[in-house]
């Protein structure tokens, strides 16, 4: 439903930009990046923009090609992001650089409450030398976590707050029973309690928004089971090599936002990097499209997700890029184009493990 909702801006964003403020709420003048209202467990009026910084760089992968953000790369990037308009940042718990993007934010002088943030809690596998990144499961688990995410942050609330993984008992051991076993049950009842604890922090007003990272269809269904709120918004890998539509088309019949990450499939070369060494930059189709518009690559991959409705996080430290992330609600490609993206996804390399592997 949102894909049209976007689709829609854009037309009325090129007739007659001031109509997007009116339309759309988005309070943001600064940009043009639409936003998209978040449903399901989320307090009202969540506009959550189109495009975020990721900034995932898990400075823990020392052996690593792609880039070690820190605290001090991610206030050096965070700080340019939001000088060039960008409002919203996708952050962790588990990136090691929350203090760093705490600091931007704040020494911005933007009022907190046109800045989006997101973060993460539970977890996200380990690095290379075993070291767990982010935390354990479970209801208290959770809870703790939360209060460390805004400490780390130095802010009272977070703008959407999502479950980073659904289940890793061998990296994160929980104080829960159910979150340290490994049968389907014992998973199941450890995602519905984790769930709990996220409403808890929706209703206590620390997250505007609360939903989940990396959940496949069965994943999303013992959610559903419970019989209380759904998650509002569900980030997963998403793009012209990998690309679950299944899982998309579920997703909106539940009005659960989509946001995909790695929109450039640019992985990380350390723990995660399955051997995979291609770039879509590259890939001649990709060029071709580039040329039709006068984009670039990159450009031309943020809008093959943008024109599924799926909301991107391409992170990037780099001035140049980071102009060119923020400028794409310009164009848009055609239904035709994006099929044809779609059908690379013979190939199937993915960025992070496959999730759906998971009971
Ligand atoms: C962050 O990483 C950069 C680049 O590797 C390095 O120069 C800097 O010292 C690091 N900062 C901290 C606080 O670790
Ligand atoms: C959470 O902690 C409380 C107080 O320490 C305890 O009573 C409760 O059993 C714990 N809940 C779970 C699900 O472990
Ligand atoms: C999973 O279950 C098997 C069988 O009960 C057990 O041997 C194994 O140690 C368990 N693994 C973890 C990670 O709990
Ligand atoms: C999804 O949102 C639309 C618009 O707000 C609403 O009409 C519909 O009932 C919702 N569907 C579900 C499954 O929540
Ligand atoms: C990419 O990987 C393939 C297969 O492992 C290898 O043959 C090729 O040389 C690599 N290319 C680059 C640019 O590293």
């Known amino acids: 439903m949102y894909t049209f909702y976007l689709v829609d801006m854009v037309s009325h964003w090129l007739l007659t930009g001031f109509i997007l403020t009116c339309l759309f709420q988005v309070s943001i003048q600064a940009n043009v990046v639409p936003s998209i209202l978040l449903q399901n467990s989320a307090t009202n009026n969540v506009l959550m923009p189109a495009t975020g910084l990721g900034t995932g760089g898990y400075a823990l992968t020392l052996d690593s090609h792609g880039e070690h953000w820190n605290d001090s790369i991610a206030e050096k990037s965070v700080s340019l992001w939001l000088k060039l ?35 993460k809690v539970g977890p996200s596998g380990a690095n290379k030398n075993g070291v767990p990144l982010g935390g354990p499961l479970g209801y208290n688990d959770t809870l703790k976590q939360m ?14 707050l999502l479950i980073h993984w659904p289940y890793d008992a061998i990296h994160a051991p929980s104080s829960e029973k159910e979150c340290n076993g490994n049968t389907s049950t014992e998973m199941r009842l450890c995602r519905q309690s984790t769930w709990k604890a ?34 509002s918004v569900n980030q997963c890998e998403f793009h012209v090599f990998w690309h679950d539509l299944e899982l998309l088309e579920f997703c909106k019949r539940h009005n659960i936002t989509f946001n995909g990450y790695s929109p450039l499939a640019a992985p990380d070369f350390g723990p995660w990097s399955l051997g995979w060494n291609e770039s879509l930059l590259e890939l001649p189709l990709v060029k ?34 980071m102009r060119e992330n923020l400028n794409v609600f310009d164009f848009e490609l055609s239904d035709q184009e994006v099929m044809q993206l779609n059908a690379l ?9 496959d999730p759906r592997e998971l009971p």
């Open 85 to 119: 308009g960008g409002r919203r940042i996708d952050g962790s718990f588990s990136y090691l650089d929350q203090v760093g993007i705490g600091q931007a934010i704040r020494a911005s002088g933007i009022p907190r409450k046109e800045i989006f943030i997101t973060s």
């Open 288 to 321: 071709l499209i580039s040329q039709r518009y006068g984009k670039t690559a990159a450009q031309i991959l943020q809008r093959y997700s943008l024109h599924q409705g799926v909301l991107v996080n391409p992170r990037s430290w780099n001035e140049e890029h």
């Open 198 to 231: 996220m409403l808890q922090i929706l209703k206590e007003g620390k997250a505007r928004a609360v939903g989940v990272s990396n959940f496949a269809l069965q994943h999303l269904q013992d959610i559903i089971d419970m019989g209380e709120m759904i998650p």
């Open 147 to 160: 209060e460390q995410v805004l400490g780390s942050l130095g802010v009272t609330y977070v703008d959407l």
């Open 345 to 353: 996804s013979t190939k199937k390399p993915n960025v992070c493990t």
